[in-house]
T-cell receptor, first 114, second 117 residues
Framework: GAVVSQHPSRVICKSGTSVKIECRSL??????MFWYRQFPKQSLMLMAT?????????EQGVEKDKFLINHASLTLSTLTVTSAHPEDSSFYICSARDWFQPQHFGDGTRLSIL | AQTVTQSQPEMSVQEAETVTLSCTYD???????LFWYKQPPSRQMILVIR??????QNATENRFSVNFQKAAKSFSLKISDSQLGDAAMYFC??????????????FGEGTQLTVNP
């Protein structure tokens, strides 16, 4: 079945640093990738949708300059949390699909900002 | 805008018994897809089952089946012969059939399922 790899699985860093999270589709070409944020015991909140080679579409209330998304190829999208602060601590999940697949999810990244 | 509602924040079931998780949705579209995802403590999102709105037949995947009531906009998940490994958070999700929607998923709030031995 389709596999989506997300890296790193966990990151702890100091306030003010930038953190990059990678999302790769391993056995299919992802025409669209999605980035979600999830707080404990809550549902997934869509942050942005990215299509290969074009700018990401951000959901209302999501800061574009804070959460930089790059979808440079059909198999890779990255989310960079810039100048991260403790309130950015959360669980971030990516997903990917092509025209034929439902969304398949990465294993998520637990981000902790000290 | 589409909305998905899961009215049961928590459910519990005895091992080997059957449990039904509820989901309702609101949409004005006729072409769409519905999904149930499972999120165990590892927090990996696992697709359990999917249903195309144009199909009248309810989807089934082994011990998992759905009761899709299109007119009532209801999409419940039935888990038969519950196993300890079924314990997880379950999310109902909606996706528009329109390609211009960008294939985004709209999730419900989730139902935490506990399986008692």
């Amino acid at each position: 079945g389709a596999v989506v790899s997300q890296h790193p699985s966990r990151v702890i860093c100091k306030s003010g640093t930038s953190v990059k999270i990678e999302c790769r589709s391993l056995d299919f070409q992802a025409t669209t990738m999605f980035w979600y944020r999830q707080f404990p015991k809550q549902s997934l909140m869509l942050m942005a949708t990215s299509n290969e080679g074009s700018k990401a579409t951000y959901e209302q209330g999501v800061e574009k300059d804070k959460f930089l998304i790059n979808h440079a190829s059909l198999t890779l999208s990255t989310l960079t949390v810039t100048s991260a602060h403790p309130e950015d601590s959360s669980f971030y999940i990516c997903s990917a699909r092509d025209w034929f697949q439902p969304q398949h999810f990465g294993d998520g990244t637990r981000l902790s900002i000290l | 805008a589409q909305t998905v509602t899961q009215s049961q924040p928590e459910m519990s079931v005895q091992e080997a018994e059957t449990v039904t998780l509820s989901c309702t949705y609101d949409t004005s579209e006729s072409d769409y897809y519905l999904f149930w995802y499972k999120q165990p403590p590892s927090r990996q999102m696992i697709l359990v089952i999917r249903q195309e709105a144009y199909k009248q037949q309810n989807a089934t995947e082994n011990r998992f089946s759905v009761n899709f009531q299109k007119a009532a906009k209801s999409f419940s998940l039935k888990i038969s012969d519950s196993q300890l490994g079924d314990a997880a958070m379950y999310f109902c999700a909606y996706r528009s059939g329109r390609e211009t929607s960008g294939s985004r998923l709209t999730f419900g709030e989730g139902t935490q399922l506990t399986v008692n031995p």
